[in-house]
């Protein structure tokens, strides 16, 4: 389960840069908000993973696994 929830995060971080020609083409965005929302998807990811690791350091969370491949 853990290698499955990790693979699904390497999936996201790789399918957001590669949606950038998709929704500059398709629906009509700039470049200055594609860059935006690639951004804001690597410095969140760049964030949260280092603060769940602390709070499963501290305290068992064995549920945390599913639920982060179902919300990611």
């Given at each position: 389960?853990?290698?499955?929830?990790?693979?699904?995060?390497?999936?996201?971080?790789?399918?957001?840069?590669?949606?950038?020609?998709?929704?500059?083409?398709?629906?009509?965005?700039?470049?200055?908000?594609?860059?935006?929302?690639?951004?804001?998807?690597?410095?969140?990811?760049?964030?949260?993973?280092?603060?769940?690791?602390?709070?499963?350091?501290?305290?068992r969370m064995?549920?945390?696994?599913?639920?982060?491949?179902?919300?990611?």
């Open positions: 389960m853990l290698a499955a929830g990790h693979a699904t995060v390497d999936l996201y971080q790789g399918a957001v840069p590669a949606l950038v020609p998709f929704l500059v083409a398709e629906r009509g965005y700039g470049y200055v908000a594609v860059s935006g929302v690639v951004l804001a998807a690597t410095l969140l990811s760049s964030i949260v993973q280092p603060v769940f690791g602390v709070l499963t350091d501290r305290w064995p549920w945390l696994i599913p639920v982060s491949m179902v919300v990611a």
